[in-house]
Nanobody, 125 residues
Framework: VQLQASGGGLVQAGDSLRLSCAAS????????VGWFRQTPGKEREFVAA????????YYTDSVKGRFTISRDNAKNTVYLQMNSLKPEDTAVYYC???????????????????WGQGTQVTVSS
């Protein structure tokens, strides 16, 4: 499966963005999908994940209540709605997919088999 992340941009603190992760090559409903982010000099960190069917979601504490991950399997796309953005959310955001993944294992970047290219999110204060 090939993943294409998009939707990043430059916004002000408090604004919203919606990132999209579009899949091609295979049906995305065969995969759990996660979003990760990375800033220069730091490790790529977990942001959110969603199970294959979409019934279960996971978030890192710093984005709970502000970010929402969802999926539209008919469109082969996973979304990350980001509200109330903060300057510390500035990063390159990556989506990733794994066929055999569930539970807290989805918080680990090593679990994922497929990665999209990143999309830059910059939040100014």
């Amino acid at each position: 499966v090939q993943l294409q992340a998009s939707g990043g941009g430059l916004v002000q603190a408090g604004d919203s963005l919606r990132l999209s992760c579009a899949a091609s090559g295979r049906a995305l409903n065969s995969f759990a999908v996660g979003w990760f982010r990375q800033t220069p000099g730091k490790e790529r960190e977990f942001v959110a994940a969603i199970s294959r069917g979409g019934s279960t979601t996971y978030y890192t504490d710093s984005v709970k209540g502000r970010f929402t991950i969802s999926r539209d399997n008919a469109k082969n796309t996973v979304y990350l709605q980001m509200n109330s953005l903060k300057p510390e959310d500035t990063a390159v955001y990556y989506c990733a997919a794994v066929e055999l993944g569930w539970g807290d294992s989805l918080r680990s970047r090593g679990k994922y088999d497929y990665w999209g290219q990143g999309t830059q999110v910059t939040v100014s204060s």
